[in-house]
């Protein structure tokens, strides 16, 4: 914390802000072309970003100079997604400058919020797993960690969310398409992509068998670097993002004949590699281009790294021992054949040294349990695309399984589950079982989580490899997630306990005592509120509809999936509108639901849930007696800026999957963090909450892991809660019915069928009257509101564990092997 104290006493110096103004209107003419008396705010924002990334290029490059001159090991995380959200606000925070910075825009004519909000947010990544590889780049550099993120630069996000008629509607997300100020392109750096061609073997002078790759189609990768600024700015890295270039312009003879669009065709379709985020894989063109990205990401990647490594060393044997790579997710384990082929067909090591240094370099980190979500990849595709690697796929197969045989004797059945190649239904890769295989490492990110892949889904790797298996709970950043988007609490928090929270996450508990003090209490609440108003106004923006931040602010934003189960917030919306249509003079607790999230374009039942949500709302929101005691809305295009308005706002946070279907989750961490009391399942990292804060702080309810996959082994009946329970029973048969869609009656009949003939997966019907009873103790403790404050104290208080730094720090000492700069 001290370099931290120490860059803020002469930030003014560091990062020459009595020149800001003036870099600001050179900028405006020298870069952007305009004149600085025009006051448009997104030349503004334009010209402030491109002279607050002068400012971080100088330090960026001390800090490649610090990791080259102590000759450290780096780490690189590769990821197909990262989801940074808005970068200028997250700079100014880290610098320590947002109230200089402020009063500087506001001589110029503007806000900061106003210029912030000329900022689209970046189109890199999809939901959770990206959301968590920012989190964690954030943690790796402001603790001097060395190391970057490595991924693909698109142009198209995975799409803009708009809701026409209560239905979800897609529209293509271009972010880039105003430029973006940060990117700092490569033009000088490119890379030769293979694909496709044949494998050919030969002899070398030593009479040894050989491989190589020939008669490919080549794509170029060119890096685009977007710079990462840690607290303090002691320490600045980036990501690099892969962007493709053709590696040809155009055919000219084509051209001459007349056939234009012929001459530009392999020219655009190699460049369309890099265009959209995760293209629809249900049809072979789009699980080609998929599997063309990962591979991509993974050539272009590691010709970065041994370009990097080769500076300083004159040979491979050292690798481990000086770079470490964490596989995030399946997405990129195609790594694994890659540097195998690199070592081995371009540097000439034979299979036993090239596999031992494949094996100390990668980590592996698993993000889900469910076996139908773990990627996989046709044979016949894998082998078209990437011949040589298909062939040393089937090779570290055929190795693993003989070592399998020979522990394992007679067990054919066993060698079935771990082959990396499936056999039934036709024959795939199994990405997963390769990543553990070619991996020293491999984690969960929930104590659940880790416990799942060991004595379920992986428990015949984890008897294989009985110590590679482990845990890292996932974590999220302080420093975006309550400092920056939630300035009102955290000024409180640094007023009451000193500003080292943000970067040690566990001084917060130092806010346990002030619980107890009646004048905390009232400023905490007071900054919810401040909170809660600044919500109300976004939603009347974007959806025009007006909410009473006195009300209970009921909060479930994330993906759309059934096993989310956004349903049973709904069904619960349901019975409370019956309960008021019923009794007009019951004392209810106000309160305000709102919903976001995206659905999968494909994913038909997620989209129909959407639709359910819009026109429970629209009933609800109309009807006099409802008025002023319930409200509910969807608010579209759920991403990180809107996030960050979100978070801060929430009273209850909704975490109520199916137990035993969540990995971990951030999103419970994010809302904790920022004082929600939480209502949820014992799923995911819940678990770990619920033990941090304290089961008397936290609405924990239904069934838990063991007793679902018990219902499913021993028979599960939904029909029988049907029957027994009148109130679940209305709530299913107005779904069914049509009450909810007067002029479509079959409308929702799929949602209804899928709980009551269809088998209830998700087992919403056994813990809808648990979760009823779980909203019966919110209201209960929200009209006490003294108490409700005290409990979302503690909560925020007890929330260290789950600090991003945290997590990278058991990353970094147990998986990479590397410790901070500068310690």
């Not at 072309?33 to 990334?53: C, I, T």
């Not at 020219?267 to 990205?293: A, C, H, W």
Request: glycine share 6%.
């Amino acid at each position: 914390m001290s370099r931290v104290c120490k860059m803020s006493k002469n930030v003014r110096e560091v990062f020459r802000l009595d020149e800001l103004k003036d870099d600001i209107r050179r900028n405006m003419v020298a870069l952007l072309g305009n004149d600085p008396r025009s006051k448009r705010k997104f030349s503004y924002y334009n010209a402030l970003a491109y002279s607050v990334r002068e400012r971080l290029v100088d330090l960026w490059m001390r800090t490649q100079s610090d990791y080259y001159d102590s000759m450290a090991k780096r780490v690189y995380y590769l990821s197909m997604e990262f989801l940074p959200g808005r970068f200028l606000m997250n700079y100014l925070t880290n610098m320590g400058i947002v109230d200089e910075c402020r009063e500087i825009v506001a001589e110029l004519g503007f806000s900061l919020e106003e210029l912030e909000e000329e900022e689209w947010d970046a189109g890199l990544g999809n939901g959770g797993l990206g959301r968590l590889a920012s989190c964690y780049l954030d943690s790796m550099v402001s603790q001097n960690i060395p190391g970057y993120g490595y991924g693909i630069l698109y142009d198209y996000g995975i799409f803009y969310q708009s809701i026409v008629n209560g239905n979800q509607e897609e529209r293509c997300d271009n972010w880039r398409r105003h430029g973006c100020p940060w990117e700092i392109t490569r033009l000088d750096t490119l890379y030769e992509v293979k694909f496709y061609g044949r494998s050919e073997t030969y002899y070398d002078s030593d009479g040894n068998v050989r491989f190589r790759w020939v008669d490919t189609e080549n794509v170029m990768a060119m890096p685009c670097d977007i710079l990462i600024p840690g607290y303090g700015c002691s320490h600045v890295s980036n990501m690099r993002l892969w962007t493709a270039q053709s590696s040809r312009e155009f055919n000219l003879s084509d051209f001459n004949r007349g056939d234009y669009i012929g001459a530009m065709h392999g020219k655009v379709m190699s460049e369309n590699i890099t265009k959209v985020l995760y293209p629809n894989d249900q049809f072979l063109q789009g699980m080609e281009l998929r599997l063309k990205q990962q591979y991509f990401l993974v050539s272009a990647t590691f010709q970065d790294i041994l370009r990097r490594y080769l500076k300083q060393h004159t040979s491979l044997a050292a690798l481990p021992e000086a770079v470490a790579v964490q596989l995030n997710d399946t997405h990129p384990a195609i790594a694994i054949p890659e540097l195998m082929r690199l070592l081995m067909d371009v540097y000439g090591m034979g299979w036993d040294v090239a596999w031992d240094i494949c094996t100390r370099t990668f980590a592996y980190t698993n993000h889900t349990v469910l076996p139908e979500a773990l990627e996989t990849w046709p044979v016949d595709l894998l082998g078209r695309l990437l011949p040589r690697h298909m062939q040393i796929i089937y090779e570290i197969n055929r190795r693993f399984l003989e070592g399998v045989a020979a522990t394992f004797p007679g067990d054919t059945e066993r060698l079935s589950r771990m082959s990396v190649i499936q056999e039934e239904g036709g024959q795939r890769v199994r990405m997963a079982n390769l990543a553990i295989v070619g991996s020293h490492t491999v984690n969960g990110v929930a104590a659940l989580h880790s416990n799942i892949l060991q004595t379920g889904l992986f428990r015949d790797f984890h008897e294989y490899y009985p110590r590679k298996i482990r845990n890292v709970t996932n974590g999220v950043t302080p420093r975006r997630w309550l400092m920056q988007c939630n300035p009102a609490l955290s000024r409180l928090i640094t007023q009451s306990i000193g500003p080292e929270w943000c970067c040690n996450l566990e001084k917060l508990r130092e806010l346990v005592p002030l619980a107890e003090d009646s004048a905390f209490r009232d400023a905490w609440a007071r900054a919810k509120l401040e909170n809660k108003r600044l919500l109300s106004r976004y939603v009347l923006r974007k959806v025009q509809m007006g909410i009473n931040p006195n009300t209970l602010f009921d909060m479930q934003f994330k993906r759309m999936h059934e096993y989310k189960r956004q349903l049973l917030n709904v069904m619960h919306v349901i019975s409370l509108f019956n309960r008021i249509k019923d009794n007009p003079s019951a004392d209810i607790t106000p309160r305000t639901v709102l919903f976001g999230g995206k659905a999968a374009p494909g994913y038909y039942q997620a989209k129909l849930i959407i639709r359910l949500i819009n026109e429970v709302a629209r009933v609800v929101n109309a009807d006099a007696d409802v008025a002023g005691r319930l409200r509910v809305a969807f608010l579209p295009n759920y991403c990180i800026s809107q996030a960050e308005k979100v978070v801060p706002a929430a009273d209850l946070s909704e975490q109520i999957s199916t137990a035993g279907m969540e990995a971990s989750g951030t999103g419970n961490m994010k809302f904790a963090l920022n004082g929600a009391l939480t209502i949820g399942t014992l799923d995911g990292a819940n678990v770990e909450i619920m033990e941090e804060v304290g089961a008397e702080n936290i609405f924990i309810f239904g069934l838990k892991a063991h007793e679902v996959a018990e219902k499913r082994r021993s028979g599960y009946n939904p029909r029988e809660f049907y029957e027994n329970d009148a109130e679940l029973r209305r709530v299913m048969d107005m779904i069914g019915s049509g009450f909810f869609s007067p002029d479509e009656r079959g409308l929702f009949s799929p949602v209804y069928d899928s709980l009551m003939h269809h088998g209830d997966y998700y087992m919403l019907m056994a813990d809808y009257r648990p979760y009823m009873e779980a909203q019966a103790a919110v209201d209960a403790l929200y009209l006490d509101q003294d108490q409700w404050v005290r409990k979302s104290i503690l909560n925020a208080a007890n929330m260290g564990k789950f600090s991003s730094d945290r997590s990278v720090m058991e990353y970094a000492r147990g998986i990479w092997h590397v410790e901070p700069l500068g310690k």
